[in-house]
């Protein structure tokens, strides 16, 4: 199911909160946020064998990459509100 289709409501709050560009970035976000959650909470259980107090080498990468692009959406973001 698409996600205009599935989180319509959402996607039509942050849209009348911030615009339409803005808007469809902040939901992204959120959603993104949500991954990162997500994940963090899974690494805890699949922990690295080489030091057990951070989470697996593959958990990692994803984490890195998901906190990557929130840091991408938040500067466009800020470009979009002219700032």
């Given at each position: 199911?698409?996600?205009?289709?599935?989180?319509?409501?959402?996607?039509?709050?942050?849209?009348?909160?911030?615009?339409?560009?803005?808007?469809?970035?902040?939901?992204t976000l959120?959603?993104?946020?949500?991954?990162?959650?997500?994940?963090?909470?899974?690494?805890?259980?699949?922990?690295?064998?080489?030091?057990?107090?951070?989470?697996?080498?593959?958990?990692?990468?994803?984490?890195?990459?998901?906190?990557?692009?929130?840091?991408?959406?938040?500067?466009?973001?800020?470009?979009a509100a002219?700032?």
């Amino acid at each position: 199911m698409s996600i205009y289709v599935e989180r319509r409501e959402e996607i039509e709050r942050y849209e009348f909160q911030y615009g339409p560009i803005r808007g469809k970035l902040a939901m992204t976000l959120d959603l993104l946020t949500d991954a990162l959650t997500m994940t963090g909470q899974h690494g805890v259980y699949c922990t690295s064998a080489r030091n057990p107090a951070k989470p697996a080498m593959d958990l990692q990468l994803v984490l890195k990459e998901i906190a990557d692009a929130k840091e991408l959406v938040r500067d466009a973001m800020q470009l979009a509100a002219g700032k």
